[in-house]
């Protein structure tokens, strides 16, 4: 039974933040937005969209960022590491 309970959690999570968080999953793996848009294939500015659209659904902070640096939140730890995929 568990098991249909967590399939109807998963439909429910739309396909954009699904998309938004492996995106994020990219940037923290890669250390920065360019380095992760040369692995994707994409301009770094859709990446950067991505994020800000999965932090608003979310309600939270994921990635600390200036034009120099990028760090991860203490949000954005905890999530990376319970990842499921």
Known sequence: ???A????VYSAIDSDL??????????VEAGSFAQAATRLGLPASALSHAM???ETKLGV???GRTTR?????CASRQT???RPW
């Open 61 to 63: 902070r994921l990635l």
């Open 18 to 27: 699904w998309s938004g968080l492996a995106v994020f999953a990219s940037i």
């Open 52 to 54: 800000r659209s999965v």
């Open 69 to 73: 640096s990028l760090s991860p939140t």
């Open 5 to 8: 309970w967590v399939a109807e």
């Open 80 to 82: 990376h590491d319970a």
């Open 1 to 3: 039974m568990a098991g």
